[in-house]
T-cell receptor
Framework: DQQVKQNSPSLSVQEGRISILNCDYTNSMFDYFLWYKKYPAEGPTFLISISSIKDKNEDGRFTVFLNKSAKHLSLHIVPSQPGDSAVYFCAASAPFGTASKLTFGTGTRLQVTL | KAGVTQTPRYLIKTRGQQVTLSCSPISGHRSVSWYQQTPGQGLQFLFEYFSETQRNKGNFPGRFSGRQFSNSRSEMNVSTLELGDSALYLC?????????????FGPGTRLTVT
């Protein structure tokens, strides 16, 4: 049972434009949602997170939106840069006491073109 | 501030052997989680330690075990290695700060079982 889904395996965006990465989840008990960027053979790099009590969190070029009623979150990267090209994972954490147990989506490969 | 460190970075073992991986979390982080990453299964949660106690456990056989020391450093042990244990093993340390949850990953240990 895939509780966290990223339905787009890949996305191509032109440099300077907005990249929107999407993620859906099924478990309404998830407490926090996190986004990671990953290069091959490296550990994921934490980008930004959002609590389930919020609907938006912003950090520099990264903004995460959470729509609890739709069980959907998205990561916006503005403006996109070639260095943003990587695989992006969303992850969800279980409620208090099990928060560190992240459930990951399958990833979306972002390609930022010149 | 130093990130999560893992040693060794690469390991080659033969079937039946055992292996111990080490992780040092970010200073001040008391929670350490371990994940296994494989091309077929993606990132899968192994277990989490908090204040020297295993707090959460994923669906892995008992051959996978871990421990945490009083300085929050953690070790993971895999006994009776199987070919299918070849993977990137990632350690992560985390903290909750108000409405923010952050989990940072180390670079991983690439284990190859022959």
């Amino acid at each position: 049972d895939q509780q966290v889904k990223q339905n787009s395996p890949s996305l191509s965006v032109q440099e300077g434009r907005i990249s929107i990465l999407n993620c859906d989840y099924t478990n309404s008990m998830f407490d926090y949602f996190l986004w990671y960027k990953k290069y091959p053979a490296e550990g994921p790099t934490f980008l930004i997170s959002i609590s389930s009590i919020k609907d938006k969190n912003e950090d520099g070029r990264f903004t995460v939106f959470l729509n609890k009623s739709a069980k959907h979150l998205s990561l916006h990267i503005v403006p996109s840069q070639p260095g943003d090209s990587a695989v992006y994972f969303c992850a969800a954490s279980a409620p208090f006491g099990t928060a560190s147990k992240l459930t990951f989506g399958t990833g979306t490969r972002l390609q930022v073109t010149l | 501030k130093a990130g999560v460190t893992q040693t060794p970075r690469y390991l080659i073992k033969t079937r039946g052997q055992q292996v111990t991986l080490s992780c040092s979390p970010i200073s001040g982080h008391r929670s350490v989680s371990w994940y296994q990453q494989t091309p077929g299964q993606g990132l899968q949660f192994l277990f989490e330690y908090f204040s020297e106690t295993q707090r959460n456990k994923g669906n892995f056989p008992g051959r996978f075990s871990g421990r945490q020391f009083s300085n929050s450093r953690s070790e993971m042990n895999v006994s009776t290695l199987e070919l299918g244990d070849s993977a990137l093993y990632l350690c992560a340390s985390s903290r909750v700060a108000g409405a923010t949850y952050e989990q940072y990953f180390g670079p991983g240990t690439r284990l190859t079982v022959t």
